[in-house]
């Protein structure tokens, strides 16, 4: 799944902050998150204090597969407007919108 996100995204690279492609994947793996263990991939990723992005994909055995877009901070203010323009079309498309405040 690693390589292939990483593949996938090669079109986009002029897009996205230069910053949040420079570093590696990261895939942690855990043997119990509510009995079962479970594996998360970031990438494209970036933690700094207060400006976060990441795409974070999750499978957790036997259950599902997820993923999750986490900003915060500058890349907030950057994508928000174009999020809430593709709000309908995500939901049609059955993608959750969940936002924290």
Not at 34 to 52: I, M, Q, S, T, W
Not at 69 to 90: N, R, V
Request: charged share 20%; glycine share 4%; proline share 6%.
């Amino acid at each position: 799944m690693q390589s292939d996100q990483q593949q996938f995204l090669q079109p986009y690279i002029t897009v996205l902050p230069p910053e949040v492609i420079k570093i590696s994947p990261k895939i942690s793996k855990g043997e119990n998150y509510k009995g079962l263990p479970y594996l998360v991939l970031d990438y494209p990723r970036y933690f700094e204090k207060d400006n976060h992005f990441a795409v974070r994909s999750m499978f957790w055995w036997g259950n599902f597969f997820s993923s999750t877009l986490h900003l915060s901070g500058i890349y907030k203010k950057k994508y928000t407007s174009a999020i809430e323009a593709s709000f309908t079309q995500l939901q049609e498309n059955d993608f959750f919108i969940c936002v924290k405040r």
